[in-house]
T-cell receptor, first 111, second 111 residues
Framework: GNSVTQMEGPVTLSEEAFLTINCTYT??????LFWYVQYPGEGLQLLLK?????DKGSNKGFEATYRKETTSFHLEKGSVQVSDSAVYFC??????????FGKGMKLTVNP | NAGVTQTPKFQVLKTGQSMTLQCAQD?????MYWYRQDPGMGLRLIYY???????DKGEVPNGYNVSRLNKREFSLRLESAAPSQTSVYFC??????????FGPGTRLTVT
């Protein structure tokens, strides 16, 4: 079946550091890929998405590229801020509208 | 446009009590979902509804029932609450492969 494997952390960075969160997937067919973010005490928010190979999703300074050859969708940000402290979920959508979530990675950014 | 709304935000129940969690969306989405989120367990799908009038079990349906009242509303019922159902419950909705949109969550404690 479909599955997602991502870095679980927790990870602590200093403000303005570079962020990479690795994510790989296993799926049949051509899934859509998403990154969701959950700020403390809130629900999940869609951060960015890519629906086909080589698509790059971007939002709020975050980027991720859908790499079919390596089955990966790594999340990157060049300079993190304290306000980026949250839990990040790599997510896959296969043939139906149901989502398969990674376990989530907690990021803390210190000033 | 409120997106996905959930009521209540917080609830404390005694073992054996019943309650219904309400969810509504105003985005004209066909599909709706109920998840629970527990520390270290990520998000787990309880039930989903691909369209008005249909519901299907997810990963952890035992102890829960759902009703898709109309296209907007999808409720989750606990008939006899147990301490193992202490969790944060999220409702979500989606349309095709555009990702799911989540409500703010209900924090339920069963004593």
């Amino acid at each position: 079946g479909n599955s997602v494997t991502q870095m679980e952390g927790p990870v602590t960075l200093s403000e303005e550091a570079f962020l990479t969160i690795n994510c790989t997937y296993t799926a049949t067919g051509y899934p859509s890929l998403f990154w969701y973010v959950q700020y403390p005490g809130e629900g999940l928010q869609l951060l960015l998405k890519a629906t086909k190979a080589d698509d790059k999703g971007s939002n709020k300074g975050f980027e991720a590229t859908y790499r079919k050859e390596t089955t990966s969708f790594h999340l990157e940000k060049g300079s993190v801020q304290v306000s980026d402290s949250a839990v990040y979920f790599c997510t896959l959508q296969g043939g139906s509208e149901k989502l398969v979530f990674g376990k989530g990675m907690k990021l803390t950014v210190n000033p | 446009n409120a997106g996905v709304t959930q009521t209540p935000k917080f609830q404390v129940l005694k073992t054996g009590q019943s309650m219904t969690l309400q969810c509504a969306q105003d985005m004209n989405h066909n599909s709706m979902y109920w998840y629970r989120q527990d520390p270290g367990m990520g998000l787990r799908l309880i039930y989903y509804s691909a369209s008005e009038g249909t519901t299907d079990k997810g990963e952890v349906p035992n102890g829960y029932n759902v009703s898709r009242l109309n296209k907007r509303e999808f409720s989750l019922r606990l008939e006899s609450a147990a301490p193992s159902q202490t969790s944060v419950y999220f409702c979500a909705s989606s349309l095709r492969d555009l990702g799911q949109y989540f409500g703010p969550g209900t924090r339920l404690t069963v004593t």
